[in-house]
C-alpha cells in the first residue's frame, strides 16, 4: 500500500512519541504496531507482515533523520529508545555484521576472480557454469 508523505510523517511521529512515552522500557515490534493505530492490521504471521516491515521502514527513517533526536534501536527483546549502552552495543553489532557480510562478498570476489586461471596442478578453474547449462 501506498502512504503519502504526510501519512509517512504522521506514522513517523506517532511512533517516536510513542517510544518517548515508554522511556527506556523495551517493546516488542508487534505490540508496537498494535498499538499505534497508524499500521495496518496483519493476519497470522507477523513476522513477514507489511505491518512489520512498515515500521523497519520507519525506523530506519527516524535513525536518518536530523527531525528526531533520539536514536531507535532494535534486538530480540524488540525496540527502545538508545541509552549511551544501547548505543555502543547497536553499533558493535551492526559493525559486526556489516563486517561479516564484507569478508563474504571479498570472499566469493576471490573465487570469482580465479576463474579460467591454471592452478598449480595445471587444471584451469572454472568459476562459473558455460554455455552448455544455458
Known amino acids: 500500500m501506498q502512504?503519502?508523505?504526510e501519512e509517512d510523517r504522521e506514522r513517523r511521529e506517532a511512533l517516536y512519541s510513542f517510544l518517548?512515552?515508554?522511556g527506556d522500557k523495551w517493546t516488542r515490534m508487534?505490540?508496537?504496531?498494535?498499538?499505534?493505530?497508524?499500521?495496518p492490521a496483519y493476519g497470522v504471521s507477523f513476522h513477514n507482515s507489511g505491518?512489520?516491515?512498515l515500521l523497519t521502514s520507519d525506523i530506519e527513517a527516524i535513525n536518518s533523520s536530523d527531525k528526531?533526536?533520539?536514536?531507535i534501536v532494535s534486538g530480540s527483546r524488540g525496540i527502545k529508545l538508545a541509552n549511551e549502552?544501547?548505543?555502543e552495543k547497536f553499533l558493535s553489532s551492526e559493525f559486526g555484521e556489516i563486517f561479516r557480510n564484507l569478508r563474504?562478498?571479498?570472499t566469493i570476489a576471490r573465487k570469482g576472480s580465479k576463474d579460467q586461471q591454471i592452478d598449480l596442478?595445471?587444471?584451469?578453474?572454472e568459476a562459473f557454469l558455460g554455455d552448455e547449462y544455458g
Open 51 to 53: 505491518s512489520r516491515r
Open 85 to 87: 549502552t544501547d548505543f
Open 121 to 125: 596442478e595445471g587444471q584451469i578453474r
Open 3 to 5: 502512504y503519502t508523505p
Open 68 to 71: 528526531f533526536e533520539k536514536i
Open 20 to 22: 518517548l512515552a515508554r
Open 104 to 106: 563474504r562478498v571479498r
Open 30 to 39: 508487534q505490540a508496537t504496531v498494535n498499538r499505534i493505530n497508524f499500521y
